[in-house]
């Protein structure tokens, strides 16, 4: 059974930075690609970034520039490096995995409990 677990979640002033973690544990599939989503309180779970077998990666046009996705060599752990944060950013962030392109929920098999980030202006 897959397990993702982030951290790394936390409250700053915009313009600045946070790197969220992911380590997954469990099977894996290497057709899956792996990602971040977000929800902000009171919205949906919008897709944030994805991560695919070879390292390509894809971006909402709301973090195009200032998020970065990666993942270690080993692919146990999954990266997001968020800079020059704003106050729309703030929302409870989530890893997932499952079918690629990995920007809409029903590709998802398997979510993270989430973590939360707070950016004040």
């Known amino acids: 059974q897959v397990q993702l677990v982030e951290s790394g979640g936390g409250s700053v002033q915009a313009g600045g930075s946070l790197r969220l973690s992911c380590v997954h544990s469990g099977p894996t599939d290497s057709r899956y690609c792996t990602g971040w989503f977000r929800q902000a309180p009171g919205k949906e779970r919008d897709w944030v970034a994805t991560?695919?077998?070879?390292?390509?990666?894809t971006y909402a046009d709301s973090v195009k520039g200032r998020f970065t996705i990666s993942k270690d060599s080993d692919d146990s752990t999954l990266y997001l490096q968020m800079n020059n944060l704003k106050p729309d950013d703030t929302a409870t962030y989530y890893c997932?995995?499952?079918?690629?392109?990995?920007?809409?929920?029903?590709?998802?098999?398997?979510w993270g409990q989430g973590t939360e980030v707070t950016v004040s202006s």
């Open positions: 997932a995995t499952g079918v690629c392109p990995l920007t809409v929920i029903p590709d998802i098999v398997a």
């Open positions: 991560i695919d077998h070879r390292r390509r990666t």
